[in-house]
């Protein structure tokens, strides 16, 4: 089932209806046909390392509230992944950074209230700057790998624990 939290057609306004399109039932417009794809949410996430420690951030909003990430965020629509990567790593952590090797690409599923999507973790080099919490974040910290805080995100604790998941 695709989930949808449309009930109207944002073309003509008329209501959405379920009906098979690719294989799959979508809501779907009878009066103009539109048909709602729903797509996966993409998005990137910050291995930021200094001294054999990791820059995590801890979580001012819902989904996980006070629990530990790494830095990241979604792709917007247009955006290049590693400019958002960048940009997210600004936007959270006042950091200018160099986007360097992807991790890897992983999904996520919405059991925690994420969106379903497609996560790519980079490593990234800081600049020497001091880290300042912003956006979704509230708190900074760096953490040695054996002694982490709360992980809000069971793929993000998979990555630090060096565990590979797929
Ligand atoms: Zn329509």
């Known amino acids: 089932m695709i989930p949808s939290d449309w ?22 417009c009878v009066a103009c046909g539109f048909v709602y794809f729903a797509d996966p949410k993409v998005t990137v996430a910050l291995l930021i390392e200094q001294g054999g420690q ?9 989904p996980q509230q006070g ?23 600004w ?3 006042g950091l200018t950074v160099q986007v360097g090797d992807l991790l890897g690409v992983w999904d996520f599923d919405d059991t925690i209230g994420e969106k379903k999507g ?19 974040l509230v708190e900074l910290g760096w953490f040695s790998r054996d002694a982490l805080p709360p992980i809000a995100f ?13």
């Open 7 to 28: 009930n109207f057609c944002p073309r003509c306004a008329s209501p959405l209806a379920l009906s098979e399109h690719d294989g799959r039932l979508r809501p779907s």
């Open 154 to 166: 069971p793929l993000h604790e998979s990555i630090l624990r060096g565990e590979n998941k797929r």
């Open 118 to 136: 497609i996560a790519l973790f980079f490593r990234a080099e800081a600049d020497e700057a001091e880290p300042v919490a912003g956006d979704d």
């Open 91 to 93: 936007e959270e952590t």
């Open 67 to 89: 629990l530990w990430s790494l830095p990241g965020g979604f792709v917007d629509y247009g955006e290049r992944v590693r400019d958002a990567a960048a940009r997210e790593a």
């Open 54 to 62: 990791v820059l995590l951030g801890r979580r001012g909003i819902n």
